[in-house]
T-cell receptor, first 115, second 110 residues
Framework: EPEVTQTPSHQVTQMGQEVILRCVPI?????FYWYRQILGQKVEFLVS????????KSEIFDDQFSVERPDGSNFTLKIRSTKLEDSAMYFC?????????????FGQGTRLTVV | QKEVEQDPGPLSVPEGAIVSLNCTYS??????FMWYRQYSRKGPELLMY????GNKEDGRFTAQVDKSSKYISLFIRDSQPSDSATYLC??????????FGTGTRLTVIP
């Protein structure tokens, strides 16, 4: 069964360092998303991406964040200068379309710990 | 952000019990309602999807939406230990991003 894969499963980084979280969406999917979940809090939307550009982003997704699809398979989230409060689980998701009844499939997440 | 409210639990029930999980929301624009199941160290997995008000049944699972009360429920009949997980409600207005509840941690005791 096709699945969204994320690497690494756990990343520890020092405050101020740049991190890149990687995702391989399901191959025939066209829409990609990043969500995050701070420990004990809700899963929160960060950004959606289609046709090589951001289609929607939340207030959380400020200038420290960027997304890229560097090749035909990977979808990355970069945090330029990490802060302690960026520590969270980051989930990548993908869907075939952006229709309201289209299911988004989630990866198993990358746990980011900023120390 | 209090658009979606969900009791975080934890909730413990004996095997075979009927489980009721609930969420309330404030945004009347939400029209698509979902329940995700999340096992430890895994991503959310879609369980049930409902459009607008009404009921939807899938095996042991029933999802209910009451838009007039801004209240959604998930019922699990004949609960099994394998149902032990965190259950997240999520909703959206049109083709927009998902708004999640905090999740309810459920443990089904054999």
């Amino acid at each position: 069964e096709p699945e969204v894969t994320q690497t690494p499963s756990h990343q520890v980084t020092q405050m101020g360092q740049e991190v890149i979280l990687r995702c391989v969406p399901i191959s025939n999917h066209l829409y990609f998303y990043w969500y995050r979940q701070i420990l004990g809090q809700k899963v929160e939307f960060l950004v959606s991406f289609y046709n090589n550009e951001i289609s929607e982003k939340s207030e959380i997704f400020d200038d420290q964040f960027s997304v890229e699809r560097p090749d035909g398979s990977n979808f990355t989230l970069k945090i330029r200068s990490t802060k302690l409060e960026d520590s969270a689980m980051y989930f990548c998701a993908s869907s075939e379309g952006a229709n309201a009844n289209t299911e988004a499939f989630f990866g198993q997440g990358t746990r980011l710990t900023v120390v | 952000q209090k658009e979606v409210e969900q009791d975080p639990g934890p909730l413990s029930v004996p095997e075979g019990a009927i489980v009721s999980l609930n969420c309330t929301y404030s945004n009347s624009a939400f029209q698509y309602f979902m329940w995700y199941r999340q096992y430890s160290r895994k991503g959310p997995e879609l369980l049930m999807y409902t459009y607008s008000s009404g009921n939807k049944e899938d095996g042991r699972f029933t999802a209910q939406v009451d838009k007039s009360s801004k209240y959604i429920s998930l019922f699990i009949r004949d609960s099994q230990p394998s149902d032990s997980a965190t259950y997240l409600c999520a909703m959206k207005a049109g083709a927009n991003n998902l708004f999640f509840g905090t999740g309810t941690r459920l443990t089904v005791i054999p």
